[in-house]
């Protein structure tokens, strides 16, 4: 709140052309990189572009939900924040372009998509009901199409409503929300288990699309927080938004990523207790050589490190902390997607060289894009809805 | 309202004879938003010790209020923080140190298995402690009453009135200028809170006889109704849970068998896995003739039997087996096993009294082997050789 700017915050964002262009280097640096890991080593490039497009799909899928939870529950307060996840939703439709590795790639990469693999493999063919390629690429359709429609339902229609303004699409929104709601829950279950858990085929675990889901729901409160902190910090955003509305994002962050830690021991108790090979050979692979040190830190730098750092009250509305641990939280949400896909993918302990440096650059820079691009389109508030006025005079 | 709780007044106030002392003022407003005003005004005027009513929590008048964050959150936190060592102590004490454990296989100090129990303790002792730590230490609780409580404006406080409480002890306070500046403020009626001489009444109140009978009577209702509920709940379906099952007991009759018995015998020409059947039923006599001890004398024999002895035969016979046991006033007086007629029996004569029993005494034959019968025999001999010995044992 150092800089003061008189803005009209019906009109779009006046930002900086140098931030555009640092970000355009950073992703032709990036591309640069990816150029020349896909040429070193092809196998590890496909498994780092799961990662890159899982992370971007999952950012996307978090605003997206946010949107349809402010409606399935009624919430004001959020209204004012609103703007920020419908902007960061539109990675839903950028993430088709970096689904190749999903589509083109299942023969590197699913065990159960190669005819050979599946003769020898009694379990393999018994579950070949599900898992076969033409029922799967099907189902890759599915879940988009569900997306799509929650995307152009109640994001894309948000933005008509700054032109056309009216209550029709809010009152419209709060019949979708709840049924998209479901819908969501739904698809990403399944995308988890086609895209992640398939990766290693005879190991199941029926908590698995929660934890993604979790872990999706983390990752959109995280980028909100981060990009309002951000934007807040330097006077883009209104002083009508208090610290009592970011309280509520610490604190909705502060339970989202304890949820992700309960869902993650949930799972993790359960198979270690069982003690069964067929189950306890997914986190064997995790727990063996370099990769025990991985889950330890994913467990001390998701959970504990955020869980401290948001336990106060005032930590929750103190922006310059809130930013980083946002910026953090997402930092983790990456290493889990890495976590949860390279172990099972490439049979070796964890390497991260100058062949994954594109990776976290390239989706760094594809959000800063994505940021820098939409705001100075929009405007950083949904100013037509009816609500926003009730939103922005919030008090805890 | 912790300001309010000293309602009970000092011993010298009754001495010097005042019976009521101004505590606070009380002023009644008609909408929230007239009460957040009036608050502004309150604040500007320097009064310090004030607090707000109202039916339901207000939005927004925390920053009004300008009260300072509540200090319950540490509460909470020690608390928790006190539940996770607590959790963790007892289950590393009970599972690993005290009674060991073995659960499948996993270590004794099991981290993952410890956590659940861990988590909910600390669940169960923050919010707990949050509760009582609020009540308590925050709100002052339990107190006899409050001079807010008996102001006639206290109904519509608590349903569609609002108002700003005053404290005497506030340094700005004096009646007559607080309550022209609430007044001031677009209060619909101000009143001065007066503190009445009250010990004497909630004195009698708690200790009348209706409430300390009321007390009896809910001792008695609530033991009776736990002690009708142990006794006869657990007969009442679908309380009685495991008590009736579609399984046939000892003695009951069976709808599955044509013969109706419930209690199955053998098929015919076999034999339960380790038992011998005994052919003599009904016939000791001719037990007696054709069974033959098994068993050698020998220590092992000796000592086995003796322990047999000393577990099923000694509390009647006696430990010398001279009919002198310890169940002799309880029980009709056993025969000493040193008569002629004993110590003239074979072996196997005995063997079938102890298979089949003999007037009072019982049947052994479900609860001594037929290999201790044996050697419980061959110490019964040697014991009858004691008490009996022929002239060329003693040279």
Redo the contacts between chains.
């Keep these: 709140m150092s800089t003061r700017i008189a803005y009209n915050f019906s009109q779009p964002l006046q930002l900086p052309e140098a931030t555009r262009r640092k970000a355009l280097w950073l992703f032709a640096v990036s591309a640069l990189f990816a150029g020349a890991a896909a040429f070193s080593d092809w196998g590890r490039f496909v498994a780092g572009s799961l990662v890159l497009f899982l992370f971007l799909l999952t950012l996307g899928l978090g605003c997206l939900f946010f949107v349809t939870l402010e409606y399935t529950v009624n919430a004001n307060w959020s209204v004012p924040f609103r703007r920020i996840p419908e902007i960061f939703a539109i990675l839903i439709p950028i993430s088709l372009l970096l689904a190749w590795p999903v589509v083109f790639g299942i023969h590197g990469l699913y065990e159960w998509s190669v005819a050979e693999a599946v003769a020898h493999d009694p379990i393999l063919q018994k579950k070949e009901a599900y898992l076969n390629v033409p029922f799967y690429l099907a189902r890759f359709a599915f879940f988009y199409l569900v997306w799509l429609a929650g995307y152009q339902l109640l994001v894309r229609s948000s933005f008509r409503q700054d032109v056309t303004g009216g209550e029709a699409f809010t009152k419209r929104a709060f019949k979708i929300g709840p049924v998209f709601m479901i819908l969501f829950v739904v698809s990403v279950t399944f995308a988890a288990f086609d895209w992640v858990m398939s990766l290693v085929p005879h190991w199941y675990s029926s908590i698995f699309g929660i934890y993604m889901l979790v872990g999706i729901m983390v990752a959109g409160i995280a980028l909100t927080t981060f990009v309002a902190s951000v934007l807040k910090l330097q006077g883009r955003l209104p002083d009508s938004i208090t610290r009592d509305h970011f309280y509520n994002l610490g604190a909705l962050l502060f339970a989202l990523n304890t949820a992700w830690a309960y869902i993650a021991?949930a799972q993790?108790?359960l198979i270690?207790?069982a003690?069964l090979p067929h189950e306890t050979i997914w986190y064997q692979m995790r727990g063996q050589g370099g990769w025990l040190g991985i889950s330890l830190v994913l467990v001390i730098a998701h959970f504990f490190v955020p869980f401290l750092a948001l336990?106060?009250?005032?930590s929750k509305t103190n922006l310059l902390r809130l930013r980083w641990v946002a910026a953090w939280v997402l930092i983790t949400h990456g290493l889990d997607l890495y976590w949860l896909v390279i172990p099972s993918v490439r049979n070796q302990g964890p390497a991260f060289g100058w062949q994954e440096i594109a990776f976290p650059l390239m989706a760094a820079a594809i959000v800063l894009l994505v940021g820098v691009w939409q705001l100075s389109k929009k405007p950083v508030l949904a100013v037509k809805d009816p609500r926003l006025e009730a939103g922005l005079h919030?008090?805890? | 309202m912790s300001d309010f709780r000293d309602v009970r007044p000092a011993p010298s106030s009754e001495a010097d004879g005042t019976q009521e002392k101004i505590v606070g003022a009380l002023a009644v407003y008609e909408s929230p938003d007239r009460l957040a005003d009036a608050l502004v005004a309150v604040r500007q005027s320097g009064l310090t010790r004030f607090d707000t009513v109202s039916p339901y929590p207000l939005h927004g008048l925390d920053h009004l209020l300008g009260k300072s964050p509540s200090r319950l959150g540490y509460v909470a936190a020690i608390a928790g923080i006190a539940a996770t060592a607590i959790a963790k102590l007892a289950q590393w004490w009970t599972s690993a140190v005290d009674y060991p454990l073995n659960i499948g296989g996993s270590p004794l100090f099991s981290l993952p298995a410890f956590v659940p129990v861990t988590f909910e303790l600390m669940v169960l002792f923050a919010s707990i402690a949050t509760v009582v730590g609020m009540l308590a230490v925050f709100n002052g609780l339990p107190q006899y009453g409050s001079a807010l409580l008996r102001s006639r404006h206290m109904k519509a406080l608590t349903c569609n009135r609002y108002g700003i409480v005053v404290d005497a002890k506030d340094g700005e306070f004096d009646p007559h200028a607080t309550s022209d500046l609430l007044g001031g403020t677009g209060a619909m009626s101000v009143e001065l809170l007066k503190r009445e001489n009250v010990s004497r009444f909630y004195r009698e109140r708690i200790l009348s006889v209706p409430f300390l009978l009321l007390l009896v009577g809910v001792a008695i209702f609530s033991s009776t109704a736990t002690r009708m509920v142990y006794r006869y709940g657990g007969e009442i379906p679908p309380f009685d849970f495991m008590k009736r099952q579609p399984k046939v007991s000892a003695q009951q009759v069976s709808a599955v068998f044509p013969d109706g018995l419930g209690t199955r015998s053998g098929v015919p020409g076999t034999v339960a896995r380790g038992s011998l059947p005994y052919a003599f039923a009904g016939d000791p006599e001719r037990a007696g003739q054709e069974l033959i001890n098994p068993f050698k004398a020998s220590h092992e024999v000796m000592t086995r039997g003796r322990a047999q002895y000393g577990v099923f035969c000694q509390p009647c016979h006696g430990r010398l087996a001279d009919g002198r046991g310890t169940l002799t006033t309880a029980f009709p007086k056993a025969p000493t096993l040193h008569s002629r007629k004993a110590r003239e029996w074979s072996d196997g004569r005995i063997y079938a009294v102890l298979t089949e029993g003999q007037n009072i005494m019982p049947a052994y034959v479900s609860q001594i082997s037929g290999k201790d019968r044996w050697q419980i025999i061959h110490y019964l001999r040697a014991m009858q050789r004691s008490q009996n010995a022929p002239e060329r044992d003693l040279q």
């Design positions: 021991f993790f108790l270690w207790y003690n336990l106060g009250r005032e919030f008090h805890l």
